[in-house]
């Protein structure tokens, strides 16, 4: 009885596995590096301009910003968007108050 058991659990764990979302590439780090090397945007793992510059030099590659890049970066070449001002992530709204007062339905005000 114990081997069903554990020949289910075995089969379910492979299931759940399977079945697991794919992991996003690239979206950690503001910048890329492009060239016959890295075709696509395959090596995105550069925190800094300058560090992917420092990567590309001597070779046939350049640098791009991650046009997935979901955090925020003091870089000003970071952000693809036409709206360099603008930050990609948006602070949150404030929390709901739990100790406010409800409204009471039984109230109505006139007009």
Known sequence: M????FAALAASG???AANAP???VGIRHPFCIQGDEFPGLS???????????ATASGRRLYCIANPY???VSDDPRATPYPYPQRQRVRPRP?????????????VFEED
């Open 94 to 106: 404030p929390r709901p108050n739990p100790y406010a007062p409800l409204p009471n339905p039984f």
């Open 43 to 53: 090596n995105c793992s550069f925190d800094t301009y300058d560090q992917c510059l």
């Open 22 to 24: 794919a992991q996003a």
């Open 2 to 5: 114990r081997d069903v058991l």
């Open 14 to 16: 492979l299931l759940m």
């Open 69 to 71: 890049f979901a955090g």
